[in-house]
């Protein structure tokens, strides 16, 4: 999860920061034809390129981001052999996978969790928190690291940063289709634009995000199943079984008090899955139990 969360913080980041800077330096006066249309072929140009370039630029970060957001430290030597083994194993599946060896992280966190991010599959980083490495067994910490190698292996980043964009350049197109209409129908500013263009197109820009936000996650969520899949190949289905059951135990050991499953991370309303980056732990269990894996690996 903290891989998509991270990801999606620095490109809102990112996109209202072009966008203030595009206002200030007037590069948005483009959109204005005869000083009171709205060029509707300008606006989608300029907003593909704010649009694709601020998720692109979002890639290309995600690996000092998760870096500096997180504290992962970066083992370039191995001080233990726990630290050995961890890039043991992250190199053996990164050859298995057909991908360059990638970075190899601790978190300096207790809570259970790891994630991959990098723009490129052969220059990746996968960490692990301390707490993951604390509550499961070795072949679990191999199944999880797994499902991370999948996720660089599959190229869910550059995907997801793709799916992004485009969401991006109709959120981008859509705020300022609204901060033109409140500047000239409401402030009734006739030439160029006025204080409200900027405010309603920044405001909308935010809420519309928010809104679209859920088509980015339903990706993700297949994108889990996928690796998942990919995890149970390399590491074998039982251990990602078993890694995904004990984060289950860990995240919600027993079960929460009626009326309060939508609080819950892994229940909750329709409406509550729409913004998860994730499937239901159960759901993904199901998946595992009824695919087909290469033989030796179950």
Do not use: C
């Amino acid at each position: 999860m903290k891989r998509i969360a991270l990801f999606i913080v620095t490109n809102i980041a990112i996109l209202l920061v072009l966008g203030v800077v595009l206002q200030l330096l007037g590069v948005s006066s483009i959109l204005d034809e005869n000083g009171v249309d709205l060029n509707l072929q300008a606006l989608l140009v300029f907003s593909a390129v704010l649009g694709m370039g601020g998720s692109f630029l979002s890639l290309l970060l995600s690996k000092w981001t998760a870096k500096r957001l997180t504290g992962a430290r970066v083992i370039d030597e191995p001080g233990s052999d726990t630290e050995a083994w961890l890039l043991e194993t992250v190199r053996t599946q990164a050859q298995a996978a057909g991908i360059g060896m990638p970075e190899v992280g601790i978190v300096p966190s207790a809570e259970p969790n790891a994630f991959a991010t990098g723009a490129r599959r052969d220059r990746a980083l996968v960490a692990v928190s301390e707490g993951l490495l604390r509550s499961m067994r070795r072949e679990e910490v191999e199944a999880v690291l797994a499902h991370e190698v999948s996720h660089v292996a599959n190229g869910d980043m550059v995907t997801l940063a793709l799916i992004q964009g485009v969401v991006n350049t109709f959120v981008i197109a859509l705020a300022r289709i609204a901060g033109f209409l409140v500047d000239r129908l409401v402030f009734r500013t006739e030439e160029g634009h006025g204080p409200a263009y900027l405010i309603t197109s920044l405001v909308a820009q935010v809420v519309l995000g928010i809104a679209a936000s859920p088509i980015v996650f339903w990706f993700s969520r297949q994108r889990e199943f996928r690796a998942d899949a990919g995890a149970a190949g390399l590491a074998g289905r039982e251990p990602m079984i078993g890694a995904l059951e004990r984060l289950r135990d860990v995240v919600d050991p027993e079960p929460l008090p009626e009326g309060m499953g939508a609080l819950g991370i892994n229940g909750g309303s329709a409406f509550a899955r729409l913004f998860s980056t994730h499937p239901p732990i159960e759901e993904r269990i199901e998946a595992l139990r009824n695919m087909t894996v290469p033989t030796g690996r179950a």
